[in-house]
């Protein structure tokens, strides 16, 4: 147990590095046309991880192609919507091809989650193809989930996206006076995650009083995991108690609450109104497999009493 005390300790010492993933997005080639008009021009090969937005028109003919992308402490996430719309005589186009590659030095293992959501109308179309590890086998035309690992060369993740919308719009004369028209519209919204997977959170305990503050743990970029927990307004500081054994007795300056766990480490934070509040929790892979539990106890300063969360165990493959 002493070995356990002392590794939590040292573990959380550099706890508030940044995660640990290097990102990039290469823009292979874009389009955005609607009847004679296109958007400006995007160069191949540029970055473009910081966003793109390109929009055409012609009258009611339209097209338009933007990408998002972030990355915070416990996802990677890229975002695109491609739209075309042809409602007079002309065509509209809305076609992105890029190519992500993310770069870790420390060995990331996960989900790359896919959401797609199409829609069309007339003569629309819309399609996404999406190549993991970009060696020319296309393995998603729609939503799926994909277990991934990568980490430093050569384990990059590579991944290539092409989204595309199109529509026609037109008129033909018939015989006898008739006319026959066509038109469409057709819109796409992607949403890729990159969820890291190795870390899961179970309660261990659930705690006696009402309300209490909420407490959760999750994997992150920064070979650990992330706690967040949410208290009341009126509370004041929290405190997130880590440590590896269980107990149950009387929390101090409460009425019902329990105190779940022997305490090893303490971390106090300062809270802002309804805001919630964060604290990352590094472990290197030359220390797993290992659990610990965690509860968060809130301090309101005014009325000076506590109260604490359901215990929470974390186990880290």
């Not at 076609?95 to 003569?123: F, H």
């Not at 009402?210 to 927990?229: D, F, I, Q, T, Y």
């Not at 109104?273 to 659990?291: E, I």
Request: glycine content about 8%; aromatic content about 6%; hydrophobic content about 45%.
């Amino acid at each position: 147990m002493r070995n356990n005390k002392i590794s939590l300790c040292v573990l959380l010492l550099p706890a508030f590095a940044s995660a640990q993933v290097e990102t990039s997005a290469q823009l292979v080639v874009g389009q955005v046309t609607a009847g004679a008009n296109t958007a400006a021009p995007m160069l191949s090969g540029s970055d473009v991880w910081p966003g793109l937005d390109r929009v055409a028109s012609s009258g009611p003919n339209a097209a338009s192609l933007a990408l998002t992308h972030d990355i915070d402490a416990k996802a990677i996430g890229v975002q695109w919507q491609v739209a075309s719309q042809a409602l007079t005589n002309g065509n509209s186009l809305s076609r992105g091809e890029v190519r992500y590659e993310w770069v870790s030095p420390v060995l990331q293992t996960g989900d790359l989650i896919v959401e797609w959501v199409p829609a069309t109308t007339g003569t629309g179309q819309v399609s996404v193809a999406i190549d993991v590890y970009d060696d020319g086998h296309v393995d998603v035309h729609g939503s799926a989930t994909i277990p991934i690992v990568f980490g430093l060369s050569p384990y990059p993740l590579t991944v290539r996206v092409t989204a595309e919308a199109k529509a026609q719009a037109g008129t033909t004369q018939g015989s006898g006076g008739t006319a026959w028209s066509w038109n469409g519209t057709a819109s796409g919204q992607l949403r890729m995650r990159f969820v890291p997977k190795h870390a899961t959170a179970t309660i261990a305990a659930v705690q006696a009083c009402a309300p209490a503050p909420a407490l959760s743990s999750r994997p992150n970029l920064n070979e650990g995991v992330e706690l967040e927990g949410l208290c009341s307004p009126t509370d004041h500081f929290a405190l997130f108690a880590l440590g590896f054994q269980a107990i149950d007795v009387a929390l101090p300056l409460s009425t019902n609450c329990r105190l779940l766990l022997t305490p090893v480490v303490g971390l106090v934070h300062l809270l802002q109104p309804g805001a919630a509040v964060r604290q990352p929790v590094t472990v290197p892979a030359a220390v797993r497999p290992v659990h610990f539990v965690a509860q968060l106890v809130a301090l309101n300063a005014t009325t000076m009493t506590l109260t604490a969360s359901d215990l929470i165990r974390t186990d880290i493959q």
